[in-house]
């Protein structure tokens, strides 16, 4: 049962009608006084499971985060719904530390946001003591495994809260959530025998679509030009160089488009950062320092220009898009070059052998989602042990891709890489084998004497991008490998089978151009306003205006203000009376009291109206 305060303060505090799947049952237990681990996709939900415990417990709730730069922000936002919250972090002075504290000490604090490597300190334990704790909560509990892809040795200290606070109750969250890493959180935190909570993976907002890279510049232009005009949106490069490449050619196409990578000062990122929260419509090329903890609700696209090392780390950074429930998309484009590179970077990079293999296995399941001809959703899911059924939102459901019988291509492309072996000195990458192929008589090609090869001029029945896409997949299924110094592409032990016809290669047939607008799901959208009724969509713009004007006057992010769902459903219920705009969800007690008059003011303001 749930008790009437959490629901109470769901709906005074946060002015949401319901709990989400899952929030319910944490809620219960966390109020209840018992340990959690928690996993839920980004975007699920996770905050509320330890703010309203935290707010309907007695003493104040201390949440560990790792997320320095954002904590500023979450504060804002919770005292915007009149939660009395603060945070203690390297980025104060003394004074704003002082003051924070003794709220603390005094009781006037329900939430406190804390970074971990204040825990080293004495005097943050010694604070704690003198305070009453209602709850610990562990935000991105994956950094405190050693393997996994966001490590912080301070986060290893806080097996030490338990023993310091037993009574206190504590609940880790965390997105990341295959088996081996949810095993390693709970044995490191401690939390064997807390209740783990695990909620579905699904985002069925989200629809994922992966196409073959063939020109990366004008596939994502195309993309953000014809299907997210306006929207706000993450574009993910491994490199800097490549992000401030691709930051400055959306800006010179007329998309509004900022560079966020680790070269850069901190005080740029903070600005660009800060901008992207703030702004409308706002695209950030970045690396993938960027996103942990951004909580945007209304980031619309997250698109792929490389691919990513692995299914977690992927599914980590897509999860970013559409955190209010409504219709985004992730777009990835990759190609042959990303898995050689990565294939590269694995085999001769650093770390033990096992650390290696386990990297190899963390590329070949994100390659072997990138060239499935199943639905992308089910295969995720699988991915994180979770069953589901074709989606109807992903490339693959909504244009089945065919396969075919690759076999003879295959043994052409080995058998030339056989014969290639015999000077293995030289470098020859995928390029001079499709030369071959085709029978070009480059200068490479002469140069070694290569058009006198048996297979030279053998695959005229493919194009060079066809023959590159066969060559990828080759590699995708660990039939070709990378030899790690040059590129150099070798046989595998599994070729053999393929050369002696003993094997079948089937692979998925590359589409002409890839359809970048599959079928109905994403019809020509504009605005976020598109999809509202003709009539409601001057009074969503006139809304959206009045939140850009207070939102910079008060110096928060927009969506702190109300959510773009708040807005649209404002402006087609038209509430005309605080009462009915209490109502809407996403309208609190708090935000009712401060923003209501305003809201119905816009709403009846003529200028504007037609
Ligand atoms: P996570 O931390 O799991 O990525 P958040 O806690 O940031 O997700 O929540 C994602 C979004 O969903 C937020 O904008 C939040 O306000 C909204 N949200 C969470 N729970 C509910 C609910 N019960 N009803 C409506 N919106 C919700
Ligand atoms: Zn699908």
């Not at 696209?301 to 985004?328: C, I, M, N, W």
């Not at 490339?395 to 003879?408: I, K, M, R």
Request: aromatic content about 6%; hydrophobic content about 40%; proline content about 5%.
């Amino acid at each position: 049962m749930t008790s009437p305060e959490s629901l109470d303060v769901l709906r005074r505090v946060f002015g949401y009608d319901a709990f989400r799947d899952g929030q319910r049952e944490i809620v219960d237990h966390v109020v209840g006084g018992g340990d959690a681990l928690v996993l839920m996709p980004t975007g699920g939900g996770k905050s509320l499971c330890y703010q309203i415990p935290s707010l309907v417990r007695k003493g104040t709730g201390i949440v560990i985060s790792p997320l320095i730069a954002l904590m500023q922000d979450q504060v804002d936002a919770l005292r915007t719904l009149g939660v009395r919250a603060g945070f203690l972090n390297s980025t104060q002075d003394f004074e704003e530390r002082r003051v924070t504290e003794a709220q603390l000490v005094a009781g006037e604090l329900d939430l406190l946001y804390l970074a971990p490597e204040r825990l080293r300190l004495p005097a943050t334990v010694e604070l704690l003591d003198r305070a009453d704790v209602a709850l610990f909560a562990i935000d991105e509990a994956h950094c405190v495994s050693q393997w996994g892809h966001d490590f912080r040795p301070d986060y290893l200290m806080l097996s030490g809260l338990h023993e310091r606070w037993p009574d206190v109750p504590r609940i880790a969250l965390t997105a990341t959530a295959t088996d081996a890493t949810r095993r390693e959180i709970a044995s490191r935190l401690q939390l064997e025998d807390a209740h783990h909570f695990v909620a579905s993976f699904d985002r069925p907002n989200i629809q994922y679509r992966i196409e073959p890279k063939t020109d990366a510049k004008r596939q994502l232009l195309r993309l953000l030009q014809t299907e997210h005009k306006g929207d706000a949106g993450i574009v993910y490069c491994l490199s800097r160089n490549s992000v401030e490449k691709h930051a400055a050619f959306l800006t010179e196409n007329g998309i509004e488009a900022v560079p966020y990578h680790a070269g850069l000062d901190a005080e740029t990122r903070a600005s660009n950062q800060a901008r992207f929260l703030r702004e409308d419509g706002l695209v950030v090329v970045a690396t993938i320092a960027f996103g942990m903890g951004i909580d945007k609700p209304d980031v619309r696209f997250v698109a792929h220009l490389d691919l990513p090392k692995s299914v977690e780390g992927y599914y980590q950074e897509t999860g970013r898009a559409g955190r209010d429930g409504q219709p985004s998309t992730a777009w990835l484009a990759y190609g042959l070059q990303d898995v050689v590179n990565l294939r590269k970077m694995i085999d001769g990079g650093e770390g033990d052998p096992a650390f290696r293999r386990r990297q190899a296995a963390h590329l070949d399941s994100m390659l072997a989602l990138c060239e499935t001809v199943e639905c992308r959703r089910v295969q995720l899911l699988n991915y994180f042990g979770q069953s589901g059924e074709p989606c109807g939102n992903c490339d693959t459901c909504l244009t089945p891709p065919e396969s075919w019988d690759a076999t003879v291509a295959a043994q052409k492309v080995l058998s030339v890489i056989v014969r290639l072996d015999r000077e293995r000195r030289q470098k020859f990458g995928a390029g001079h084998i499709i030369d071959i192929l085709l029978g070009k008589k480059s200068a490479k090609v002469i140069q070694f004497d290569h058009d006198s090869l048996k297979p030279f001029g053998v695959g005229a029945e493919l194009r060079e991008t066809e023959w590159r896409g066969v060559v990828r997949q080759l590699l995708a299924q660990g039939l070709i490998a990378v030899e790690s110094n040059h590129g150099t592409l070798l046989q595998t032990d599994a070729s053999a089978d393929v050369l002696r016809g003993e094997r079948k290669v089937m692979m998925r047939r590359e589409p002409d151009r890839p359809a970048t607008k599959p079928a109905k799901a994403a019809k020509d959208r504009k605005a976020p306003a598109a999809d509202l009724p003709a009539e409601a969509q001057p009074i969503f713009e006139r809304l959206r205006a009045w939140r850009a004007a207070t939102a910079k006057e008060q110096g928060v992010p927009a969506y702190v203000i109300f959510h773009d769902a708040t807005l649209r459903e404002i402006a087609t219920a038209l509430p005309a009376s605080l009462t009915e705009l209490g109502r809407v969800n996403g309208v609190g007690e708090n935000k009712l009291a401060k923003y209501g008059e305003q809201v119905l003011e816009t709403l009846s303001s003529p200028e504007e109206g037609q």
